[in-house]
T-cell receptor
Framework: AQKITQTQPGMFVQEKEAVTLDCTYDTSDPSYGLFWYKQPSSGEMIFLIYQGSYDQQNATEGRYSLNFQKARKSANLVISASQLGDSAMYFC??????????????FGQGTELSVKP | ETGVTQTPRHLVMGMTNKKSLKCEQHLGHNAMYWYKQSAKKPLELMFVYSLEERVENNSVPSRFSPECPNSSHLFLHLHTLQPEDSALYLCASSEDRAYNSPLHFGNGTRLTVT
């Protein structure tokens, strides 16, 4: 069965600095996707970035990049130049194609990021 | 409106009440989902609809009853809930059910069962 592990319940970062949020995954499917979502206190889950298992390069979206290390089964999110508005919960998630489970995301426990001014 | 909208944002109901949560997506997507987010727990998938057909029911108690009348609307009908059902209920949609198709979520309905 798929599993996502986020080992950092809470993180602090100084404004304008970079921060890395850890995510490891466990899946036996060769085809899978990895996603990161941001959840502010308002509750909405905001899609940030996607990495496919066959993608050769690390995904990037603006200040977000995904450090994909397939052999280690890790998919860490890097946020560069942190802003106060980045304070939120961050969730790592995975999906796969086994048993037609496409679109079914399995989420980790989340990491609460606090950006200090 | 754009994206995925959920109503109401907050709901307080007694254990004997019947209420419904509504979700509408304006993205032209073909799949819709209900997730439950309890405190200190990962998000739990409840139901999946693809082209208005329910394709997954993740062992959810029968006191939760989903309805998908068309590809843009999704409802979650609630009756005789328990206090442990208090949670944030999130609706999401995706273009299709491919594994690389990201889910787009609404703001959620925060449900309190008294």
């Amino acid at each position: 069965a798929q599993k996502i592990t986020q080992t950092q319940p809470g993180m602090f970062v100084q404004e304008k600095e970079a921060v890395t949020l850890d995510c490891t995954y466990d899946t036996s499917d060769p085809s899978y996707g990895l996603f990161w979502y941001k959840q502010p206190s308002s509750g909405e889950m905001i899609f940030l970035i996607y990495q496919g298992s066959y993608d050769q390069q690390n995904a990037t979206e603006g200040r977000y990049s995904l450090n994909f290390q397939k052999a280690r089964k890790s998919a860490n999110l890097v946020i560069s130049a942190s802003q106060l508005g980045d304070s939120a919960m961050y969730f790592c998630a995975t999906s796969n194609v086994i048993y037609n489970q496409g679109g079914k995301l399995i989420f980790g426990q989340g990491t609460e990021l606090s950006v200090k001014p | 409106e754009t994206g995925v909208t959920q109503t109401p944002r907050h709901l307080v109901m007694g254990m004997t009440n019947k209420k419904s949560l509504k979700c509408e997506q304006h993205l032209g997507h073909n799949a819709m989902y209900w997730y439950k987010q309890s405190a200190k727990k990962p998000l739990e998938l409840m139901f999946v609809y693809s082209l208005e057909e329910r394709v997954e029911n993740n062992s959810v108690p029968s006191r939760f009853s989903p309805e998908c009348p068309n590809s843009s609307h999704l409802f979650l009908h609630l009756h005789t809930l328990q206090p442990e059902d208090s949670a944030l209920y999130l609706c999401a949609s995706s273009e299709d059910r491919a594994y690389n198709s990201p889910l787009h979520f609404g703001n959620g309905t925060r449900l309190t069962v008294t």
